[in-house]
């Protein structure tokens, strides 16, 4: 089954030019990074000599304290077996030093936290978390996250967790600067299993090239990231005992049968529902009574979501037709729908049918990525948005401001372009005919590791994936129940990338912070 979490139709709608598609091996290189290798006597190429990653230094001030920090931009590659590169994985690596210049963790390894991150697609950049959310500098964007914006410049980003752990931004194969070597096919990157173990080779060799061994890790991942951070958590500790701290798994799902309904599969539509009540309830399009009392409008709407509604779904064609009329009403009564839509509809609401509805006679659509976010739309002959104006409203400038930022404050100069977002064609070879799961992976890895701490963190407006969707694999999934003291859930105002809203960017800092500090 595949999904992909970042949308297809995004690109057919005018994101193309911000993620050109990636280079074929037999494409003809930029001349500045097209390099062949040396010939050896006899005429063998031999590889060329890695290139060496630029080292800036920076420093912000939180609250009243300065911190001093080192970059460190590059590409580190892939190996094959026999030594030669498979990929080189464009990455930009925060530490923080001392009033000396040293790094803390020169000093003290085993004192000093790191954490990889990076965000899904598949085909997404590292941009998103490290200029929206976790990195020392974001994008300047509205504190409401409402806004579209074309351009922004890059500001002191104060809700950094540079000050509690090291950060590395993370791009894969295809996804921001990083690209297959010189005759490698890039599709061999492009599965659910192949991303994961490149992506854990190069934590692996990173790892030991900064003598990070010792050091407390961590993972944060966004969106299809959650599932990258789910079985890299089983794989690093399997393949290479490289064994956890804690991860972050931001706006994501362990198993794609919450996400993508079937003729067979009516649970996505009962895992919505609290979304779109919630959603609902911010646009004021909820009764009086549901309108005056969030908490209790969403213990409504859960459970009956879980009661009638589910068993109505379960009946099918056996329901009666006033039961039928009767179960419409009521989702008309949870998500400011018309009934009559409803009933239409066969009582399945998705989330493009919420988008296009709920303030049609305003003549808006909402936002996939965070169902606040309105925007006017001209196609009103349809049941699907044309577009995602939670996500055209950012991507310009995230394009613009890392762009501008690589080579110019972190000073690495590259002429390929930067993949912000581009679909990839992606592979579920050991999935084949069933969703996608990594519920068991997480699980191994918590049982086999029980001191590792798992943070799951969820929009309340996401309705790319509804946080309940995530909720019911980790009230299901299969670990002894000592170890659901490990798990802790935060939720938050606005929808997918909660770090667009200031008020959820601080409390994601504080999460993180006390997920890497335990305090």
């Not at 930009?92 to 697609?121: E, L, M």
Request: charged letters at 25%; proline letters at 7%.
């Amino acid at each position: 089954m595949r999904i992909c979490l970042f949308p297809i139709t995004a690109f057919l709608l005018g994101i193309l030019p911000l993620a050109l598609a990636e280079e074929r091996p037999d494409e003809k290189k930029p001349p500045s990074e097209h390099k062949d290798g040396e010939k050896k006597e006899g005429g063998e190429a031999k590889p060329a000599p890695e290139e060496k990653p630029k080292e800036t230094l920076g420093s912000i001030h939180l609250g009243n304290a300065e911190l001093k920090y080192v970059a460190q931009t590059g590409t580190m590659p892939i190996f094959k077996e026999d030594g030669t590169p498979r990929a080189n994985v464009f990455y930009v690596y925060y530490a923080a030093t001392g009033v000396d210049g040293k790094r803390h963790s020169a000093a003290d390894p085993a004192g000093r936290p790191i954490t990889f991150c990076f965000n899904g697609g598949p085909g997404a950049a590292a941009v998103w978390l490290h200029l929206g959310g976790l990195g020392p500098k974001r994008v300047a964007l509205p504190p409401d996250g409402l806004s579209p914006v074309a351009t922004a410049p890059l500001v002191t980003n104060p809700n950094t967790i540079l000050d509690a752990t090291d950060l590395v931004f993370v791009d894969p194969v295809s996804t921001g600067l990083s690209r297959a070597a010189k005759g490698e096919k890039p599709e061999q990157f492009y599965g659910v299993e192949e991303d994961i173990e490149s992506v854990g080779e190069f934590i692996r060799l990173f790892t030991t090239r900064e003598q990070r061994w010792l050091s407390p890790k961590y993972l944060c991942g966004e969106s299809y990231g959650v599932v990258r951070a789910a079985g890299l958590a089983d794989y690093l500790a399997d393949t290479h005992g490289l064994y956890l701290n804690g991860v972050a798994l931001l706006s994501g799902l362990l198993n794609f049968g919450v996400l993508e309904p079937d003729p067979g599969n009516d649970l996505p539509y009962i895992l919505a529902l609290p979304a779109f009540t919630a959603t609902a309830f911010y646009h004021k399009k909820l009764s009086a009574d549901l309108q005056a009392n969030y908490d209790a409008a969403m213990t409504a709407s859960r459970g009956f979501a879980e009661s009638d509604y589910a068993l109505a779904l379960l009946q099918g064609s056996r329901l009666p037709q006033e039961k039928r009329r009767a179960i419409a009403e009521q989702l008309a009564r949870y998500t400011g729908l018309n009934a009559d839509l409803i009933a239409d509809a066969h009582l399945r609401v998705s989330p493009s049918l919420f988008r296009e509805n709920l303030l049609r006679k305003e003549g808006k659509i909402l936002g996939r990525f965070d169902g606040r976010v309105t925007s006017s739309d001209y196609e009103r002959l349809r049941n699907s948005p044309e577009f995602d104006p939670s996500f055209s409203n950012v991507a310009g400038a995230f394009s613009s401001a890392i762009n501008a930022y690589v080579r110019g404050d972190l000073g690495y100069e590259s002429d390929y372009p930067y993949h912000v977002l581009t679909p990839l064609p992606w592979r579920y070879n050991a999935f084949a005919n069933r969703y996608l799961s990594m519920e068991g992976k997480l699980a191994g890895a918590m049982k086999e590791n029980p001191n590792l701490r798992v943070l799951i963190l969820t929009g309340k407006r996401d309705l790319a994936v509804p946080e309940d969707t995530m909720r019911y694999s980790i009230e299901r999934l299969p670990i002894p129940e000592n170890l659901r003291a490990n798990i802790r859930f935060a939720e938050f105002e606005s929808g997918h990338m909660v770090y667009l809203y200031q008020q959820d960017a601080e409390k994601l800092r504080a999460e993180m912070v006390r997920l890497v500090t335990g305090k």
